[in-house]
C-alpha cells in the first residue's frame, strides 16, 4: 500500500524534511491526504483563455462569412444593386424597341415600292415648315404619327 504523506503546512511541502516544489504552486492534502493543486490567479485566467480561443474563432469565422454574404461582391447588397441594374437595362431597352418602331413606321411611308407622293408633301412642307395660303393642317395623335 502507498504511504501518503501529509502536508507540513509550514513550509509549504509534502516531502519529508520540507523540500521546495517549485513553480509557484502550492500543493496542499485534501480531507483523505490526497495532494490537491492550488493554483494563483494568473494560471486559472490561462485556462479561461484557454478554452475561449476555440469559440472565439468559430464565432469570428461565421462572422466573417456572414459579413462577406451581405456586404461581399456576390452579397445581398450587391444582389440588389445587380437588380436595379437589370431593371434599368430594361426599360433603355424598351425605350430602344419604341424609337425603333417609330423610325421603321417612317421609313415604311417612305419605300420606294410605297412612295406617297402626299405624305412626301406633306413631310417636305412640315421640315420647310411651309404651308400654302388655302392648306388646312390636321396633325396626327401621337400614336397614329407617320414619321
Known amino acids: 500500500m502507498v504511504n501518503l504523506v501529509s502536508l507540513d503546512r509550514g513550509t509549504n511541502s509534502c516531502f ?15 480531507e ?4 490537491e493543486r492550488r493554483e494563483g490567479i494568473l494560471a486559472a485566467i490561462g485556462r479561461g483563455l484557454r478554452s475561449a480561443v476555440l469559440p472565439v474563432f468559430f464565432i469570428a469565422a461565421c462572422g466573417y ?10 452579397g445581398l447588397i450587391a444582389s440588389e444593386q445587380r437588380l436595379q441594374l437589370l431593371a434599368d437595362a430594361r426599360q433603355d431597352l424598351d425605350r430602344a424597341r419604341a424609337e425603333l418602331e417609330s423610325w421603321e413606321r417612317r421609313v415604311q411611308g417612305m419605300r420606294g415600292d410605297r412612295l406617297d407622293r402626299d405624305q412626301l408633301d406633306e413631310r417636305a412642307r412640315q421640315l420647310l415648315n411651309f404651308v400654302g395660303k388655302e ?12 414619321f
Not at 519529508?16 to 485534501?30: H, K, N, Q, R
Open 16 to 30: 519529508p524534511g520540507g523540500a521546495e516544489t517549485g513553480g509557484g504552486l502550492e500543493d496542499v492534502s485534501d
Open 32 to 35: 483523505y491526504g490526497a495532494p
Open 65 to 74: 462569412f456572414v459579413w462577406h454574404a451581405v456586404h461581399g461582391e456576390r
Open 135 to 146: 392648306e388646312l393642317v390636321i396633325p396626327y395623335g401621337p400614336d397614329r404619327r407617320l
